[in-house]
């Protein structure tokens, strides 16, 4: 499969893996640079060693959760931009992720339509900014 | 308990309070009056018992008088003198000055012959000796005689006394004028239909009673051998009621016989009797209407409580469902979304692959892309389905702020112009213009309203109208809002689930039947009521009342 990676580099944070697997064939196909991870460990280890734009990151995992994550990524690399993902819905919780830094806040199921928009305009301001 | 049972109870009540009050009453006016009528009757009785007594003493004494008098006569005259005619008349004529009981007097001697006599009669050459009385005085020295016709052929009675001298007997005899003891007898009436009168043994008058043709039966019971003391009896006929006094005379075996009229005595009795029965007439009504009101509060107050207590587990049961949902929701949500992310992303996977060349070359691309279509379109409504469930995870405080409703109520249904306008339905506003603002959370209220508008359009269908009302409650210091649709309203079933999570009566796919239990929650996290009043037939009207101030009601 032939795909050129012309948008912003995405890293994919979620303990679904077939979630993962299969949000990453579909984003590569779309153009971006992304790579999947199932664990917030694993994604702290991978951005130590490879820069991404933006990170998709699921807040509800085993092991340290979404908004630990979070924190950790933003104390290390303040200009990555973060997405949240979530399947237990609650404003409240969005804000929390709004507060630590968070781009934006999704709710699953989500159109991809919705998460590849949101992921440029993240990028986009990142680069703004 | 069921309305049937309550009136059940109430009939209960009223029995039992019935029996116990009444009872006691009717037993207590009974025995209050029986007591009292044998007592009086008792008086009466007596009354007349000494009554007759003294009349008795009366008439005896006048015999006694009446028989030494004579007596007296035969004594302190000689028989020369008593036997002058002369002497006699003089005699008589003196002794009638002072009282005219005697009428004649005469002087018979042994062979019943009138030696002499005086009185208005002419009974000179009578003679004696065959009749009754003659023999009786000769034996017993006194004698007072029965009422007879004798030989005038006029009833009187005569007494007589028995007098030896010069080796002879002589009886000296007097008639009585039987006015004078009639009237004696008759002396003090008796009421207005009372009677005295004298029979002697065989049951004969002996007096003139004050109401003629006496019929024995009234007196029989006293005849027969004399007693001692007198007896009172009643006799009943068909013209009269009396009562009967009767006492024997010593000077002489007759029967004193008093009437007395039982109406006329037992007159206060009677009153006393109509005084009972009115009292207990009344105490009866009084008692039957006070039992009939308190069983009739007792049974209404019953009624409001079982109300209340049903309206209160009712709301206790809508309000554990709404948390038990909640809490089900929560741990639902996050379970069902990531396989429906993960169902979604597979689909949408395909659906990139439809863009494949060698795909799009096979005779069932199109079925592919409908079947595609068809899992991102059913993974959308799940999606919905659990964020709408969310609605009762969330545990948001209301954000308060100072509302006119209806500015909100303006808001809300501009959001539904064009689905108003399009199925021609008239929302007809009916706004209080002077309505306080209260202090809520304006996007829960929009969501309540938007809801009960909805379900208005939706029971409507096309062509109807919407009333929308507000007013200000004094008395609980709420807002209230109602909105009110001529829809086909709900039947009984129907009215009983509305409120429940899930229920809902339309069509699959087009409402989840969680609109209504959303808004019941939101209206109590914010203090409100939420009700509702539908008639099939007639349309449906919710109403919502809101608190002024906001007092959150903790759960």
Redesign the interface.
């Known amino acids: 499969m032939a795909s050129v990676h012309a948008g912003p580099s995405v890293l994919v944070v979620d303990d ?1 893996q ?2 993962v697997e ?2 990453v ?2 984003m590569e ?1 779309r153009g971006f640079k992304v790579a999947g991870v199932g664990s917030g460990q694993e994604a702290l280890l991978l951005l130590g060693k490879e820069h991404y734009d933006v990170v998709i990151l699921d807040v ?1 995992m085993p092991g340290i959760d979404g908004i630990e994550t979070l924190r950790e990524i933003k104390l290390a690399w303040p200009k990555i931009q973060v997405i949240l993902l ?7 919780m969005g804000l929390r992720g709004m507060a630590y830094g968070a781009y934006s806040y999704l ?6 339509k919705t998460i590849v928009e949101t992921t440029y305009t993240a990028f986009e301001e990142a680069g703004v900014r | 308990m069921s309305v049937f049972g309550l009136k059940d109870l109430g009939t209960k009540i009223a029995i039992t309070a019935l029996g116990f009050s009444l009872i006691p009453l009717i037993v207590l006016g009974a025995t209050m009056y029986s007591m009292f009528a044998s007592a009086y009757h008792t008086k009466v009785r007596s009354n007349l018992m000494t009554l007759a007594e003294n009349k008795r003493q009366g008439i005896d004494l006048f015999l006694r008088e009446q028989v030494s008098q004579l007596r007296t006569l035969a004594y302190a005259h000689s028989i020369e003198d008593l036997s002058s005619q002369e002497k006699l008349e003089q005699i008589l004529s003196t002794m009638q000055l002072s009282s005219r009981t005697f009428i004649d007097l005469g002087l018979i001697n042994e062979e019943g012959v009138h030696v002499s006599y005086s009185g208005p009669y002419n009974l000179s050459e009578v003679n004696y000796k065959n009749e009754e009385w003659f023999n009786q005085v000769m034996v017993r020295k006194i004698y007072v005689s029965d009422v007879f016709e004798g030989f005038r052929g006029f009833p009187h009675m005569i007494i007589a006394v028995k007098k030896q001298e010069r080796g002879k007997v002589w009886i000296l005899r007097a008639t009585i004028d039987s006015d004078i003891f009639d009237s004696l007898v008759r002396w003090l009436q008796l009421g207005d239909l009372g009677d005295a009168y004298l029979v002697n043994r065989n049951g004969e008058l002996q007096t003139k009673p004050r109401f003629g043709n006496k019929s024995q039966e009234i007196y029989a019971a006293f005849l027969g051998s004399p007693f001692s003391g007198a007896k009172v009896a009643e006799f009943e006929s068909e013209r009269k009621k009396v009562f009967v006094g009767g006492i024997w005379l010593e000077q002489k075996n007759w029967l004193l016989v008093i009437e007395e009229d039982m109406r006329g005595e037992l007159q206060p009795l009677f009153e006393t009797q109509t005084a009972t029965w009115a009292v207990v007439g009344g105490g009866i009504i009084f008692i039957i209407v006070g039992t009939l009101m308190i069983t009739r509060m007792i049974v209404a107050q019953q009624e409001r409580s079982e109300r209340e207590q049903a309206q209160l587990n009712e709301e206790l049961i809508q309000s554990s469902k709404m948390a038990a949902l909640g809490k089900l929701a929560a741990g639902v949500a996050h379970e069902v979304n990531n396989p429906l992310a993960v169902i979604r992303e597979k689909a949408g996977w395909m659906r990139d692959l439809l863009e494949e060349e060698d795909v799009k070359a096979s005779p069932n691309f199109q079925e592919f892309g409908d079947a595609v279509d068809k899992i991102e379109h059913h993974v959308e409504r799940a999606g919905q389905v659990v964020h709408r469930m969310l609605g009762f995870a969330r545990r948001m405080e209301p954000v308060c702020n100072d509302l006119y409703i209806n500015d909100v109520l303006k808001q809300t249904s501009a959001f539904l112009d064009n689905e108003i306008r399009f199925r021609n339905i008239q929302l007809v506003w009916n706004l209080a213009q002077d309505l306080p603002t209260i202090q809520s959370d304006a996007a829960q209220i929009q969501q309540v309203l938007l809801n009960l508008l909805n379900n208005a359009i939706d029971a409507i269908g096309r062509n109807g109208n919407i009333t929308v009302s507000t007013g200000y409650d004094d008395e609980s210091d709420m807002v209230r809002i109602s909105i009110r649709d001529d829809g086909p309203g709900m039947d009984k079933e129907v009215q009983r689930r509305i409120f429940d999570p899930f229920f809902t009566t339309k069509r699959v796919g087009e409402g989840t039947g969680l609109g209504l239990s959303i808004s019941y929650s939101i209206i109590n996290k914010l203090g409100g009521i939420i009700r509702f009043d539908s008639e099939v037939g007639h349309g449906t009207e919710f109403t919502i009342l809101l608190p002024v101030k906001h007092h959150d009601r903790k759960e």
């Open positions: 679904e077939d979630f299969t949000l064939k579909r196909r509800m979530s399947g237990h819905g609650g404003e409240e709710l699953k199921p989500v159109a991809l």
